[in-house]
Nanobody
Framework: QVQLVESGGGLVQPGGSLRLSCAAS????????MGWYRQAPGEQRELVAS???????NYADSVKGRFTISRDDAKNTVYLQMNSLKPGDTATYYC???????????????WGKGTMVTVSS
């Protein structure tokens, strides 16, 4: 059994900052790419940022220069530092991870249940 649990969401004023965390636990052999996605009401889920096991990062154009993704492999955790937040960043943020399970050595993509971020004055 593998679980991804996000934390750190909340209400913040425009221009403010939040740091999201996502911890993976369970029968994990190794984690490859980890990422953050978001979904606003009535919209499709979109990639925000991703980071490979080598530390290579990729960002959506809308968050470049404002958001930073990082990971701590010792803790099986991925972070998303969000600065200069805008009302348009309001969404439910989901983390995902491509990982190999130690039970069967299958590579599977897992998702967290999401954490809500609201940017409003």
């Amino acid at each position: 059994q593998v679980q991804l649990v996000e934390s750190g969401g909340g209400l913040v004023q425009p221009g403010g900052s939040l740091r999201l965390s996502c911890a993976a636990s369970g029968s994990i052999y190794t984690i490859y790419t980890m990422g953050w996605y978001r979904q606003a009401p009535g919209e499709q889920r979109e990639l925000v940022a991703s980071i490979t096991s080598l530390g290579n990062t990729n960002y959506a154009d809308s968050v470049k220069g404002r958001f930073t993704i990082s990971r701590d492999d010792a803790k099986n955790t991925v972070y998303l530092q969000m600065n200069s937040l805008k009302p348009g960043d309001t969404a439910t943020y989901y983390c995902n991870a491509d990982l190999m399970r130690c039970t069967d050595f299958e590579v599977v993509t897992y998702w967290g249940k999401g954490t809500m971020v609201t940017v409003s004055s």
